[in-house]
């Protein structure tokens, strides 16, 4: 970044001070400045191993604006490749997953293998006159690919801590969902892509830690908890639901969540279409709860219920929301929208049964009502900061500052409360970090 930028930006992001500018979300400088500072440096989901178990199973997908292809071995191990020809750049597989042991550009028809090594191309000899150095015109490989518990994540910088480093205390509360049961998880269902017309950011920040949204921007879905025979203002469904105990946990890392801390039984009950499906999945994890509980411990069994959280920078999960747990990406695609992606996660222990029933509820909610919500209100805003005197506002993320503490049993800086902004001035803070440094940036 240069020098002369660095100042303008601490001054919009003042996360000490809970001050957040508009431009960030709007100005494309700042994202061609995310593009080479941030993405280029963290620790980026790419897939689920289940989506690639086999040589040669494939999977595309992004770092930021870069196209990639996870792609298992012959080893077993994972490689992920810039999905970029060397020849002009053409993505040499313009399918969402499969299997291939080699992947030919379209265009002049070079072709590599599945570990991106090239293997022929056309006139070698005639046009190339054999001077031509396939070894050394593959394609780009990721350095760093490493996964946690069946999640890959890939990285460009070889400078990156681990990614168990890098994940820090976030594994922790990462394993109330991936480790409950023996065998892990898998996903169930094929992707769902969502383009928004928004920043990325505001899709990542809400994940970090905002239930105080819920209350009013799901206030249809709210209603599935309140008693119809009574008369009750808009969202006092999820305002009833927010008086359950709850915790916010934040890191330094810039990972951030909010989850319930009661049993599932603890939970009004769910009223309307699905509430035989959300009582077969409640109930599943209701009869698991000791099986977690020998592997996690108690505290982890019970943490966290009807919770979202997010791995900086874009990696997003929902755990147990109305009967369906799914992880996210928010790829962005310009400054003015994104891509967002999600899928349903499931321990692959579940019967059949439960599964069918998560299934039936993702199409309802999440993926149904509630990312409709989510989509309407980071498109007004992207809308709304199309002007100049918009961009220049400063938004308030002031909410719970001075009531951050530890806790004996939770790891990281904790919100004791289910609604607060401090998730989202760490993940703010995070972010001024990576943009404002040179190198990999310190905790410091």
Same mark, same amino acid.
């Given at each position: 970044m240069r020098a002369n930028k660095i100042e303008p930006l601490a001054q919009m992001v003042d996360w000490e001070h809970g001050l957040i500018t508009g431009r960030i979300f709007a100005d494309e400088e700042i994202y061609r400045q995310e593009a080479e500072q941030l993405f280029l440096r963290t620790w980026n989901f790419l897939a689920h191993e289940e989506q690639i178990k086999n040589y040669g199973d494939f999977f595309s997908t992004y770092i930021g604006g870069d196209r990639i292809l996870v792609v298992r071995q012959s080893d077993g191990s994972i490689k992920a490749l810039l999905n970029a020809c060397r020849h002009r750049g053409l993505s040499v597989c313009r399918v969402d997953f499969g299997n291939a042991k080699s992947f030919t550009c379209p265009f002049h028809g070079w072709t590599y293998d599945a570990a991106g090594n090239l293997r022929s191309a056309p006139n070698l000899e005639s046009g190339y006159h054999s001077k031509l150095d396939k070894s050394q015109w593959g394609l780009i490989a990721v350095p760093r690919v490493e996964s946690y518990k069946g999640l890959i994540f890939g990285c460009f910088d070889p400078n990156a801590p681990s990614l168990l480093d890098y994940l820090g205390e976030m594994a922790w509360y990462l394993d109330c969902l991936l480790d409950r049961r023996e065998g892990g998880t898998e996903v169930i269902g094929r992707v769902h892509k969502i383009r928004v017309k928004g920043n990325w950011k505001l899709a990542a920040e809400q994940f970090a830690g905002d239930n105080y949204h819920a209350i009013?921007?799901?206030?249809?879905?709210?209603?599935?908890?309140?008693?119809?025979?009574?008369?009750?203002?808009?969202?006092?469904?999820?305002?009833?639901?927010?008086?359950?105990?709850?915790?916010?946990?934040?890191?330094?890392?810039?990972?951030?969540?909010?989850?319930?801390?009661?049993?599932?039984?603890?939970?009004?009950?769910?009223?309307?279409?699905?509430?035989?499906?959300? +009582?077969?999945?409640?109930?599943?994890?209701?009869?698991?709860?000791?099986? !977690? @509980?020998?592997?996690?411990?108690? &505290?982890?069994?019970?943490?966290?219920?009807?919770?979202?959280g997010l791995v900086f920078p874009n990696f997003g999960f929902l755990s147990m929301v109305l009967g369906s747990s799914?992880?996210?990406?928010?790829?962005?695609?310009?400054?003015?929208?994104?891509?967002?992606?999600?899928?349903?996660?499931?321990?692959?222990?579940?019967?059949?049964?439960?599964? +069918?029933?998560?299934?039936?509820?993702?199409?309802?909610?999440?993926?149904? !009502? @509630?990312?409709?919500?989510?989509? &309407?209100n980071w498109g007004g805003i992207q809308s709304t900061l199309s002007g100049p005197m918009a961009q220049r506002l400063k938004f308030n993320y002031q909410m719970g500052m001075g009531e951050e503490c530890t806790d004996d049993v939770y790891p990281g800086t904790i919100n004791p409360n289910m609604i607060g902004e401090f998730p989202q001035r760490q993940f703010y803070r995070r972010w001024l970090e990576y943009m404002t440094s040179e190198n990999w940036p310190s905790l410091d």
């Open positions: 009013m921007t799901h206030v249809s879905v709210g209603s599935a908890w309140a008693d119809p025979r009574a008369r009750q203002t808009p969202g006092a469904g999820f305002a009833k639901i927010m008086e359950q105990p709850g915790r916010q946990f934040s890191s330094r890392q810039g990972h951030g969540m909010a989850g319930f801390l009661v049993k599932r039984s603890g939970l009004p009950s769910f009223r309307g279409p699905l509430s035989e499906d959300y +009582e077969i999945v409640s109930n599943y994890y209701q009869s698991t709860r000791a099986e !977690a @509980a020998n592997r996690l411990g108690a &505290e982890r069994a019970n943490c966290p219920t009807d919770g979202a799914t992880i996210a990406v928010f790829h962005p695609r310009g400054p003015h929208q994104f891509d967002h992606w999600r899928w349903g996660i499931v321990d692959k222990a579940a019967p059949k049964d439960v599964k +069918e029933a998560m299934v039936r509820c993702l199409h309802v909610w999440p993926i149904g !009502a @509630a990312d409709a919500d989510d989509g &309407e």
